[in-house]
């Protein structure tokens, strides 16, 4: 089975019209892996056990003639911070390298319910901190599109296994542009709910309130299939919204001329490589020519992202990863004397050095005497951050923006600095303050072919019309 091209789309009807099984597709992504994953790095586990005996199910119910539901025999791999049932998850770090859940995350159950083939768990970065894959206690993930390059990151290993075609789809985590910036490094598009769309019930916390799940795709139709399938209410986490889910694929037809498209000024300014200027430039004249009006809005509180973005995301992620402590999470030390000394011997040869990082930057940003300084004005400034966008929704229905200021850079090329690093999410980090969605689309290359991302902004709740753009934009440029 050629696995070139394949999608969600034409993975499924090769199913249902017996021109292939799940069983095969599953197995040809295997040998895939099998051959190219040694250079790659993108998986950490794998599941086949449970991938072929999900598969034969799905290839039973064609065989009966069925009706397929809309992932039937689709072959996906899943960001190793979401838990699986009996599948090993490790989020990246050595504190669960041992770590086999008893329970599934929901946005994984409703994949497997709509018939999607778990062919494994993919790398990250360690407890999805990071923006190249290097903070993966495992191994540094490699760019299919050049082997020297990072894939972006967290969802580093999610990102390069779709653009290397050993996965069709997976299912990543967004806190602040971690599926948005490897799909934008990688070619692939990547999409962020809005904040409660998508249940985060088994996804191991980084900062709760950031936290999102969303797919990796390589076409937009296929995004807005996924997230079909994953949105709506859950029961089982309160802070996942109770509000109609549309049916995305059927209002990728509306059309998109007369909508109204915000640039904002802030996101083309300094520190932006021409390469990608241009690229985006030219994008957003196309998205004209199909008849979108282009208008210029303000985003004035956007250079004040960066610091609010590291102070609350290491604030909550100092106190969700508080659990890690070797009673009854985690890696535990072995030789300990007393129990305090239990605690920071495991923690410390649990945790990678940027998880270290975080953890004390967010432990002080939170400690008395600083709190209000820190903690509380980030939080203050988030609030502005969130109406410099209502009210450029105001007046527009989407914006459009570079994903990244630059292409994927060298492997080693930032890792000794971890300040430029926290500068390159300089657009995606907005979003997630927001709590608005967000969608990254290729949008051509450099002189190097490195991929380009364009990122798509919308309205709370409002996935439909940035897949509408970007399904319309994908289209034209095909
Ligand atoms: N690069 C950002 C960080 O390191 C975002 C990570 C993410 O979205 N998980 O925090």
Redesign the pocket.
Known sequence: MNLDRLTIDSARTAVEQRATTAVELAQSCYAKIQKEDGQVGAFLTLSHDRALEQAERIDRMAAEGKPLPPLAGVPVGIKDVMSTRGVRTTAGSKSLDTYVPPYDCTAVSRMEAAGAVILGKLNC?EF????SNENSAYRPVRNPRDLDRVPG???GGSAAAVAADMAVATLC???????R?PASFCGVVGLMPTYGRVSRYGLIA?ASS??HIGPLTKTVKDAATVLGVIAGHDPMDSTSADVPVPDYVADLQKPIAGLKLGVAKEYFADGLDDEIRHAVESAIDRLKQLGCEIVPVSLPHTPYAIPT??LI?TAEASSNLARYDGVRYSHRARGFRTLSEMYRRSRDEGFGPEVKRRIMLGTYALSAGYYDAYYLKAQKVRTLLTRDFQQAFAKVDAIVTPTSPTAAFRLGEKSNDPLS??L??IY??TA?LAGIPGLSIPCGQTKENLPIGLQILGRHFDESTILRVAHAYEQASS
């Open positions: 970065d999805a901190m990071g923006s990151g967290s969802s985590s967004d806190t602040g542009g971690s599926i910036q980084f950031l936290d973005y590291y995301a690093m926290y390159a999410d995606t980090v997630d």
